[in-house]
């Protein structure tokens, strides 16, 4: 078996209150391989956004490993964590977090300018070839303000691939669209699974996860496994199916 992409041990955050000690995570264990597409449910407070801000190198954990691709998040400096997350994550926000000032294709450039991933004159190019894989590239040279909220959120895709990164993390990516544009973003989010991209998406809405591979529960700071078992093996059912159905 190949080695898992994000492995977890014992994770463990609490912060300290003026009531006392709140402990968030309570000790997870996970392990996800590079392809994996998997829905984090839990109601607010439940700790998604801190399971989150563990896997993306944003806060260090109280006790406890994480490791993204052989990195060891809790021993990095956050300058070395900086570089890493240019790299490697990409991130879709609830709320598209596009820059109000910059074009859309300039917006779409900017991971790249500050990572200095891919040539400069490279860059204008490989930006536009996303906007147009999503739709959105006959909006290129409007600020963001012009879009829809469909429209900001491909677009706020396309800049979270701007760098390559093999791992996907969406932070409520659809709390803020339409049912249809919402769908758009999944089928978006199902096309980079099959290309190898490793995708977590956090959200307290199960319906609009209900097609996702895998889900995974998280409340009073654990995670429920057996969702995890159970759509593992549904999936190699799966697979099995459409390969006897090929012969």
Known sequence: ??????????????????????????????????????????????????????LTGVDKPTTGEVFVDDVDLTKASERQLTRWRG????????????LPTLTV????????????VHKPEERRDK?????????????????PDMLSGGQQQR????????NDPP????????????RMSAAVVFETFYE??????????????????RDVPTLLNLGDGLIDASPLEAAAKRRDREHQALRLRAL
């Open 1 to 54: 078996m190949p080695e898992p992409f994000i492995r977890t041990r014992n994770l463990v955050k609490t912060y300290e209150t003026p009531a006392g000690p709140l402990n968030v995570l309570r000790g997870i264990d996970l392990n996800l391989r590079r392809g994996d597409f998997v829905a984090l449910v839990g109601p607010s407070g439940s700790g998604k956004t801190t399971f989150l801000n563990m």
């Open 192 to 209: 980079m699974q099959e290309q190898g991209h490793t995708i977590i998406v956090v959200t307290h809405d199960r319906q609009v996860v």
């Open 105 to 116: 294709v300039e917006n779409v450039m900017a991971p790249m300018d500050f990572c200095s």
């Open 167 to 178: 791992f996907i993390v969406g932070d409520e990516p659809t709390g803020n669209l339409d």
């Open 127 to 143: 930006a536009m070839s996303l906007l147009e894989r999503f739709d959105v590239v006959d909006q290129a040279d409007k600020t």
């Open 87 to 98: 790299r490697t994550i990409g991130i879709v926000f609830q709320f598209f977090q596009l």
């Open 155 to 162: 677009v706020s895709i396309a800049r979270a691939l701007s």
